[in-house]
């Protein structure tokens, strides 16, 4: 283990790794400051870039980009009231108000110090836990497999929003039925082509996923050109911004407990860092002194704990992309094409085949955070003046990126193609309120699924009682029908509950 940690180690602290982290830190916290370019839209971006990179420096700048674009959303939560990102939903609540009050340079120190310190605490998570879950996961057979990537669409439904659980699966027998397009590695038969002999091969899964993401934010951020914006001035001093540190190492426990529910929520598949944000935000609001000063701006923690979860939340969802192939969220979605792009398929065997690769990954996040920390203290202004450039200029610069990005892939036009047709579709989803995620997971995790079930059937003599009575499967299946069942238990025995009270009032 020593001699992969040395290697990972080595290997990025070379010139070219480090400033590939560097400019990608650089670059997303550009993006994830601006409201609407998210940190999955600044990853897909990237990802075609990075195809004709050797790993060892690919890796690095997704990693750079990755951590600060999650990072980058605090800045416009704090000085314009809209996040940078989804994750960053939370922090407007209190950033904005204690900016308001004049108080820009100190919300900023808070948001920025916490995160990094939640980001690292998710780092050493990282490290601990996704070691020992590979291991465990080397034991997985097919069964195992296939009740995990059931447990994946369940997670998906139970965090939906009310009423759209039955549209998640509804999006993710979609993502599956696209799943099914091309050649079937079993039988050797072609497969719903309706004779484009361009689908023999399927959809390729990179178009496909920035299609979705990139197109219908893009169209949602031309409804805001024109707009007037709220950009607070402010007067930015260094000696104060960096005050606010001993400030936040006063609040332990609140860091603690918001960064401990963004490791366990990123670990959950199909989450992220946006539901981390608002439960953190809720439990520190629950948990103090004064939750009736929350939405006020008066205090350091209502600003604190949103962003610790939120950062904490990004070593969480790497875990599950790392040792098992299933991304915790749409960044790590992402990511995970970046790695079949370069011929790497993350799971339990990445650690025993490509232990070097596995480091590099753990020692370029830690190292991302690192330049976070030191850009945010110096950079700042040039992220304030990011954040004001208008969106006509930016929203064609980004489709020309995506459609260069597509094409360059495997130099043809029927991937340009599939980023318009998937990037229409992803619209629509949005304009019927279909979460889109789903989508993407049954076109990815689709042949995985549909191997593994072959397997099973075909080890357990076309039988389905083994994906009960193996231990790790049953379980993991009891989890999902729970996952689906308890929610709407929950929400009836608290309806019930309030309608009792009521009545005893009355």
Known sequence: MYDLVLQGAASVFQP?????????????????????????????LLVPITYAMDIKIALPLLMGVYCGAISGGLVGAILLNIPGTPASASTCLDGFPMAAKGQATRALGLAVYSSMIGGTISGLALMTIAPLLAKVALSFGPWEYFSLVVFTFSCISAMSVKGRAVKAFMAAFIGLALALVGLDEASGQVRMTFGFTSLEA????????????????????????????????????????????????????????????????????????????????????????????????????????????????MGGALIPMLTLGIPGDASTLMMLGAFMLHGIDPGPLLFRDNGTIVWIAFISFFVAFAFCTVIYHFFIPLTVKAISVPRYYVIPILLILCVVGCYALNNRMFDVYCFLGFGLLGYLLEIARVPVLPVILGLILGPMAEKQLRLALAFGQDSLTPFFTRPISGTILAVAILSLIVPPLLARYRSYRRRSLNEEIA
């Not at 400033?19 to 897909?44: C, K, Q």
């Not at 709220?230 to 606010?244: A, H, P, S, V």
């Open 16 to 44: 070219w790794p480090l400033i590939a982290i560097m400019v990608g830190v650089a670059g997303g916290l550009v993006i994830g400051s601006i409201p609407g370019l998210t940190s999955t839209m600044a990853i897909a």
């Open 202 to 313: 399927g959809f390729n899964e990179l178009p496909a996923l920035i299609g979705l993401y990139a197109i219908p934010q893009l169209l949602a951020d031309c409804d805001d050109i024109g707009k007037a914006g709220t950009l607070l001035k402010i007067d930015y001093n260094l000696r104060t911004f960096m005050g606010t540190f001993s400030e936040v190492m006063t609040r332990k426990r609140d860091l603690l407990r918001s960064s401990f529910i963004g490791i366990v929520i990123g670990i959950l598949p199909g989450v992220g860092p946006g539901l981390s944000n608002i439960v953190a935000y809720s439990q520190a609001k629950r948990a103090s002194k004064h939750p009736e000063k929350y939405g006020t701006g008066e205090l350091p923690e209502s600003v604190m704990s949103p962003e610790a979860a939120n950062n904490a939340s």
